[in-house]
């Protein structure tokens, strides 16, 4: 999970920028809002958890890290080092929220169904995956950025390229891993639906939360 010490410090930047420095405080609220653990157990379970605890944080954290993205966004047009912050900010905030999504744990009931487990995790990590897009877009702009050395720009490219190592290396890990259950799919049986591995009806469960609060 990344967060804002993953960063340099920003020191005299702020008090030169004070849009910089309300991004920074909007970045650091949404950041701060951490995922509930899923109870991975049975369906019943999963749709509770959801409509009480994830979906209610997913609208708080969406909210927060669109907040965040507008100020950012307003900073990256004006260029200078305030941009190349902006850039890193908009790649965390992104990272952070693609990560939170790609771990949500599936109800442990549809793990014995290969398919509807690989339904399940191509739907969930179809949305992490955009985020995380998002996030390695980010960190290449800010990577890319041109600027003196020894500048706080300058330190802020050498982490965000570090940070676009892990979003790659994020994303090719999820690329195997939906290989991967592709493979099991193919090997496996012929297996008549049950009512224990039936997924959750569409909008009643976390994929629909998913769906309905798209993040941004």
């Known amino acids: ?11 005299a930047l702020t008090a030169r920028s004070p849009d910089l420095a309300a991004a920074w ?9 951490r995922a509930p653990r899923a109870p991975g157990q049975s369906l019943a379970a999963m749709n509770r958890w959801t409509r009480e605890r994830f979906g209610p944080w997913l609208r708080r954290k969406t909210d927060a890290t669109r907040a965040a993205a507008d100020a ?12 190349v912050v902006a850039a890193a900010l908009v790649g965390l905030l992104h990272e952070d929220l693609g990560g939170a999504v790609g771990r949500v744990a599936p109800p442990a009931v549809i793990a014995d169904d290969i398919r509807v487990f690989d339904a399940f995790m191509d739907a969930l990590e179809a949305q992490a995956q955009s985020l995380l897009e998002r996030a390695r877009d980010a960190y290449e702009r800010c ?9 706080t720009g300058d330190a802020y490219r050498g982490a965000c390229t570090t940070r676009l190592e892990v979003v790659n290396g994020a994303l ?6 939906a290989q991967a ?25 976390v994929l629909g939360v998913l769906r309905a609060e798209p993040a941004r």
Do not use: I, K, Y
Not at 143 to 151: F, L, N, S, V, Y
Not at 172 to 177: D, F, G, L, S
């Open 172 to 177: 090719a890990e999820m690329v195997e891993r």
């Open 143 to 151: 990577a890319r950025a041109q600027g003196p050395a020894g500048t």
């Open 1 to 11: 999970m990344p967060t804002l010490r993953d960063l340099p410090p920003v020191g």
């Open 25 to 33: 405080q909007l970045t650091d609220r949404a950041l701060r809002l």
């Open 72 to 83: 950012l966004a307003r900073l990256a047009g004006a260029g200078g080092e305030p941009a």
């Open 181 to 205: 259950r592709d493979r099991a799919v193919a090997a496996a049986p012929p297996r008549a639906r049950t009512e224990t591995a039936e997924p959750a009806p569409a909008g009643a469960g």
